[in-house]
């Protein structure tokens, strides 16, 4: 059986297909985006790349043009081919903007798209407007960043890194320690392969767990004069976006309203912020009920950042559950929680104390000191703070 080379309508990436799979429902292995495979994929215009913000996702198998039903699961590997140096697909400009603009123009449960002026990418405090935390799971601890590549489509940085040899635009965090504003700029690479001023290097921040695929994308369109040169960026999870937008002087700008209240109206899923691994490994210990509503894991600082998800406590709707390989406790809602906070240089120790079992001490950061007290109020749990 042959293959068919197609390019996913949404963020570009060209797939080899085996014609069996024609009339059949595709997932791309990139940006997740399900379409039906024929032997003309349609171009990724800008009203397929709003739509891929928009369009509600198909549940179940789907009944395909052709009558064949299902979902191809595209393997992300050998089936991806790269797609460097094909033509650009045509895209419209956005309406107008001031120098100074950024707009959320498209605002869904698949992420923000904003729009700006090119010209903003020269400015310091534009490019450093990422909030300097983890894009997938909010730590501020064990960072890397990386560089928004902007491309002539709307394309996954992570994705595009390895295609634009940006492996070597990014240093570790120890090495940026302390760098702020143009200092940090200045220790990063420009961006090969892509026009100005979008080669400037516009950092976001990873920690070491998150893969931080589909978290970013970028788009550049621009002429000789870069002032006349438009952008979008995609960011997907909206409270990153909402902090962004802010730090780009974004407030009271065409869709900030919009965001914010998306922002409040509906609380990220807690357990999706988690990295992958530490999922699983969590997942051995705690097997929620029907009812149940995971609200936070707080890992025990005494062992490794590589080690979260084999200990640590989990916070949901229902119980507190504090394991270790050694040792598995929970206490129900509505029993007595006592706890005793003491203070460190960037970590505490927590004791934790119920009626029938209690832990006399367990290293939590900063950051799960923060979870486990929000949780605990989000739980309505009787917990009392020493």
């Known amino acids: 059986m042959g293959k068919i080379r197609m390019k996913c309508p949404a963020c570009g990436v060209t797939l080899a297909l085996d014609e069996e799979h024609l009339k059949q429902y595709i997932r791309c292995p990139r940006c997740k985006h399900k379409f039906p495979a024929a032997r003309q994929a349609a171009p990724a215009t800008d009203d397929l790349i709003a739509s891929w913000l928009t369009e509600e996702e198909p549940e179940g198998p789907q009944e395909s043009p052709g009558g064949a039903s299902g979902l191809v699961e595209m393997p992300y590997g050998a089936d991806v081919m790269g797609d460097a140096g094909t033509a650009a697909a ?3 400009a956005p309406k107008p903007m001031g120098h100074g603009e950024i707009r959320a123009v498209k605002i869904d449960r698949r992420g923000v798209l904003f729009e700006f ?40 940085s992570i994705s595009m890194e390895a295609e634009h040899d940006a492996g070597a635009l990014v240093d570790g965090h120890n090495e940026l320690e302390g760098f702020i504003g143009q200092k940090l700029l200045d220790r990063l690479h420009e961006v090969p392969n ?14 070491d767990m998150c893969s931080g695929a589909g ?40 869709g900030f309203r919009e965001l914010s209240e998306r922002v409040e109206r509906t609380a990220e899923n807690p357990w999706n912020s ?60 509505g029993q007595p929680l006592e706890l005793e906070h003491a203070s460190g240089v960037g970590k505490g120790r927590i004791s934790i104390i119920t009626p029938n079992w209690t832990i006399h ?16 109020t989000l739980g309505r749990f009787h917990a009392v703070w020493r």
């Open 90 to 92: 045509p895209t419209a």
């Open 215 to 254: 978290c970013v994308s970028g788009q550049i369109h621009v002429s000789r004069d870069a002032s006349r040169g438009w952008c979008r960026l995609f960011i997907r999870y909206p409270r990153r976006a909402m902090e962004f937008m802010i730090n780009a002087g974004g407030e009271g700008a065409e």
């Open 361 to 376: 001490q367990m290293t939590v950061d900063r950051d799960g000191i923060t979870r486990m007290r929000r949780a605990l």
């Open 194 to 207: 892509v026009p100005y001023p979008g080669n400037q290097p516009m950092p976001y921040w990873l920690c």
């Open 274 to 333: 988690l990295p992958e691994v530490v999922q699983q490994r969590i997942q051995q210990w705690y097997h929620p009920k029907s009812d149940e509503h995971f609200l936070a894991y707080v890992p025990d600082r005494d062992r490794t950042r590589t080690e979260d998800g084999m200990a640590g406590v989990v916070i949901s709707n229902t119980r507190l559950i504090y394991h270790t390989p050694r040792s598995h406790h929970q206490a129900k809602f």
């Open 117 to 156: 002026p090119a010209s903003r990418l020269l400015e310091t405090r534009f490019r450093c407007a990422f909030p300097r935390q983890c894009m997938s799971c909010d730590a501020r601890t064990h960072l890397r960043p990386h560089v928004v590549i902007f491309t002539s489509q709307l394309r996954d």
